[in-house]
């Protein structure tokens, strides 16, 4: 399984992202996905988690009401939307799947057992 996240680059304070992650194989439709992100000497934080159906999404805190995440299991494609983006918001963004389908944790990056390349994002003020 081989995860690409694309979409980074640098915007500016205010503007909307959209991060998409494309997945290889045939069993995406099974997989919980995810997006962390991490910036400079931070720790690894939780952006956002859906599940395999896609009818449950999940925010970290610091994003919830400014991202949309959805994905589209016919194109192994999972999107993760963001708006009104601030400084706080630069970082690398990673796209994780759960493959086994079953976590009690979304949010829990120790339990995503595949991770993309990850993608910068930079916002600019």
């Known amino acids: 399984v081989q995860l690409q996240a694309s979409g980074g680059g640098l915007v500016q304070r205010g503007d909307s992202l959209r991060l998409s992650c494309v997945v290889s194989g045939s069993s995406f439709s099974t997989y919980i996905m995810g997006w962390f992100r991490q910036a400079p000497g931070k720790a690894r934080e939780f952006v956002a988690s859906?599940?395999?159906?896609?009818?449950?999404?999940l925010y970290g805190h610091s994003v919830k009401g400014r991202a949309t995440l959805s994905r589209d299991n016919a194109k192994n494609l999972v999107t993760l939307q963001m708006s009104s983006l601030e400084t706080t918001d630069t970082g690398v963004y990673y796209c994780?799947?759960?493959?086994?389908?079953?976590?009690?944790?979304?949010?829990?990056?120790?339990?995503?057992?595949?991770w993309g390349k990850g993608t910068l994002v930079t916002v600019s003020s």
């Open positions: 994780a799947a759960v493959t086994s389908g079953r976590t009690w944790y979304r949010d829990d990056f120790r339990e995503y057992n595949v």
């Open positions: 859906i599940n395999s159906g896609g009818d449950s999404t």
